[in-house]
């Protein structure tokens, strides 16, 4: 029998291309591809054909969308276009959402794997694997791949059943003018929350839209995405330790690989680094304070906006606080911080600098990268107007 894995079952139960263990061994790199796309759509779509989101929606998703745009650009001041043309919102079916969230976070998931998979210094020289310092010698190079592989696949198709939109984890994303959002999930949260379809679509507007503005200014994504990538980076394997997981791993076994693939701890358990907890602080205040911003964008034009803003907001507040393990878990891999406390930080730098300074001084928050606060900054807000030189309207 399998065993089950904390996203709740055995994520690899009845798949048929798991029974190709020498295939599933074979792919070459840190991070077995075909593995987790094959993964992150049979967890998305639970195994299941995915019809096309019915164009009617599609139209109605982009009336709600102009209104949002126009709402956001009036809040903040900020275009919201990067192609010259008004933002798109997209629904996607949540398999869509999945492969195409791997692709943008490609980058950064082969970052994360080599830095798992190895035990070269990032910055350092990458060299040609040595059998005496390889995480687990011949064994890690089959079974890492495989397992950051599943992995990742794992984690995204999980999310692609949670997400409202593109933006739930502000992680940055190629340039584009188009913002993907999870149509199904948008309406069975509006059903579970007795909720109006509508609104509920005209706040992941609201909200995802703010994001794209703020992670389009170039010098806010560069500095979000090099704190990210630095983090992912950042792992730092115990062979000891980790070789200790895989003393009942037999390669040859469905069962066990189900149980090692299925575990999100099994690299995690013992690698956090020192570089990484240095590193943390500033890239939780940065995500704080987009997060804080974004809130007092979506609050302002919210409450003109939706009939039922303050029953929509308190149900958005609990999900927050009742994430799922793969949100949990792209958490601690990217090394964000997206708990309830982090948001309330958010909203008292944003409080604190309306205060002190107005919306003109807020406005100043994304006008060039030595206006991005510091750690100390987002908890002291008149230590960042202060060296803003921003005075009491």
């Given at each position: 029998?399998?065993?089950?894995?904390?996203?709740?079952?055995?994520?690899?139960?009845?798949?048929?291309?798991?029974?190709?263990?020498?295939?599933?061994?074979?792919?070459?790199?840190?991070?077995?591809?075909?593995?987790?796309?094959?993964?992150?759509?049979?967890?998305?779509?639970?195994?299941?054909?995915?019809?096309?989101?019915?164009?009617?929606?599609?139209?109605?998703?982009?009336?709600?969308?102009?209104?949002?745009?126009?709402?956001?650009?009036?809040?903040?001041?900020?275009?919201?276009?990067?192609?010259?043309?008004?933002?798109?919102?997209?629904?996607?079916?949540?398999?869509?959402?999945?492969?195409?969230?791997?692709?943008?976070?490609?980058?950064?998931?082969?970052?994360?794997?080599?830095?798992?998979?190895?035990?070269?210094?990032?910055?350092?020289?990458?060299?040609?694997?040595?059998?005496?310092?390889?995480?687990?010698?011949?064994?890690?190079?089959?079974?890492?791949?495989?397992?950051?592989?599943?992995?990742?696949?794992?984690?995204?198709?999980?999310?692609?059943?949670?997400?409202?939109?593109?933006?739930?984890?502000?992680?940055?994303?190629?340039?584009?003018?188009?913002?993907?959002?999870?149509?199904?999930?948008?309406?069975?949260?509006?059903?579970?929350?007795?909720?109006?379809?509508?609104?509920?679509?005209?706040?992941?507007?609201?909200?995802?839209?703010?994001?794209?503005?703020?992670?389009?200014?170039?010098?806010?994504?560069?500095?979000?995405?090099?704190?990210?990538?630095?983090?992912?980076?950042?792992?730092?394997?115990?062979?000891?330790?980790?070789?200790?997981?895989?003393?009942?791993?037999?390669?040859?076994?469905?069962?066990?690989?189900?149980?090692?693939?299925?575990?999100?701890q099994a690299l995690l358990g013992a690698v956090q680094s020192d570089e990484q907890r240095a590193l943390a602080p500033r890239l939780e205040a940065l995500v704080a304070a987009i997060e804080g911003y974004v809130d007092w964008v979506v609050d302002s034009a919210g409450r003109k906006l939706i009939s039922s803003y303050d029953s929509l907001t308190e149900a958005l507040r609990r999900r927050r606080v009742e994430r799922g393990d793969g949100d949990r878990?792209?958490?601690?891999?990217?090394?964000?911080?997206?708990?309830?406390?982090?948001?309330?930080?958010?909203?008292?730098?944003?409080?604190?600098?309306?205060?002190?300074?107005?919306?003109?001084?807020?406005?100043?928050?994304?006008?060039?990268?030595?206006?991005?606060?510091?750690?100390?900054?987002?908890?002291?807000?008149?230590?960042?107007?202060?060296?803003?030189?921003?005075?009491?309207?």
């Open positions: 029998m399998s065993t089950p894995g904390p996203f709740g079952g055995n994520p690899f139960e009845g798949m048929p291309f798991f029974k190709d263990l020498a295939k599933l061994f074979s792919a070459q790199g840190a991070l077995n591809w075909d593995f987790a796309r094959q993964l992150a759509q049979w967890v998305a779509t639970e195994g299941q054909a995915e019809g096309n989101v019915d164009p009617v929606l599609r139209i109605r998703i982009e009336e709600v969308a102009r209104v949002a745009e126009m709402h956001v650009e009036a809040t903040t001041g900020m275009s919201t276009t990067t192609t010259g043309r008004p933002v798109s919102l997209r629904p996607v079916p949540r398999g869509e959402w999945a492969m195409r969230t791997l692709d943008d976070w490609r980058p950064l998931l082969e970052r994360l794997a080599t830095s798992l998979g190895q035990t070269a210094l990032a910055g350092e020289e990458v060299v040609e694997p040595n059998p005496e310092t390889e995480l687990l010698g011949g064994l890690g190079q089959l079974v890492v791949p495989l397992l950051m592989g599943g992995q990742a696949g794992s984690m995204v198709g999980h999310l692609s059943r949670r997400v409202l939109g593109q933006y739930d984890l502000p992680i940055p994303r190629p340039p584009s003018g188009e913002i993907m959002v999870v149509a199904a999930n948008m309406d069975e949260f509006a059903t579970d929350w007795s909720l109006p379809a509508d609104d509920v679509r005209l706040w992941v507007s609201l909200s995802d839209i703010a994001h794209h503005a703020v992670l389009s200014k170039p010098h806010v994504r560069a500095r979000l995405d090099e704190l990210v990538q630095a983090y992912a980076a950042g792992f730092r394997p115990d062979p000891n330790a980790l070789e200790s997981r895989f003393g009942d791993l037999d390669p040859t076994d469905p069962d066990s690989l189900n149980a090692m693939l299925g575990d999100p878990l792209a958490e601690r891999l990217f090394g964000l911080e997206l708990g309830q406390r982090q948001y309330e930080r958010g909203g008292a730098f944003v409080r604190g600098v309306l205060e002190r300074a107005g919306e003109e001084g807020l406005g100043r928050l994304w006008r060039t990268e030595d206006t991005l606060p510091t750690p100390a900054e987002v908890d002291a807000p008149g230590l960042w107007l202060a060296r803003l030189e921003v005075t009491d309207p």
